[in-house]
């Protein structure tokens, strides 16, 4: 088993230059296997943040995606998405990519991005995190517990602050 490690997070600059670019997919590759170009890059488009180790190789990605969500009465969130390497998985690395996303989907709703969207909305799929942070509210990033999600994961939700609830039939 390896044993833990703590890894440094990124931004991910806007556009991505050339290395950073390969570097994430040759992280993708190591982890997820065959990976087409195209849907790195389409996926690329995604990411918020990113994950270093001690030798500034790439061990951990961080996305948000637009979907209307059923489990949140079929409002439009970010669902958070992420992919973090063996040893480096745990759940300090995993809550610090979290609140880097927060902090990010936050100013880019502010400055206009992600019309539609109300919040953040975190499955959260690392089965460590829960007993490791069993608290109704993160207070790094304000998350909160809202229930779970279809496949049984806990759901973490937080709303931007201008959020409306859109409620069908309702104007």
């Known amino acids: 088993m390896n044993e833990p490690r703590k890894m440094r997070v990124e931004t991910l600059p806007q556009p991505p ?41 790439v061990v951990a990605t961080c996305s948000a995606v637009p979907a209307r969500v059923a489990a949140m009465g079929h409002q439009m ?31 880019q709703q502010a400055a206009g991005e992600h019309a539609g969207c ?10 460590a995190v829960p007993a490791a942070r069993p608290e109704a509210v993160w207070a790094e990033n304000g998350l909160i517990h809202a229930g779970y999600g279809q496949r049984g994961f806990p759901l973490r939700v937080r709303h931007f602050a201008d959020a409306r609830l859109h409620i069908e039939g309702v104007t």
């Open 77 to 107: 969130m970010l669902v958070y998405r992420s992919l973090l390497a063996g040893a480096f998985n745990t759940p300090d690395n995993w809550m610090a990519m979290v609140t880097r996303a927060w902090e990010l989907v936050e100013a």
């Open 118 to 127: 109300i919040g953040l909305l975190v499955p959260v799929t690392e089965a």
């Open 17 to 57: 230059d050339d290395a950073i670019r390969d570097a994430i997919y040759a992280f993708w590759l190591r982890q997820l296997g065959d990976m087409d170009r195209g849907a790195a890059a389409q996926r690329l488009g995604r990411v918020l943040a990113f994950g270093l180790d001690d030798n500034d190789a």
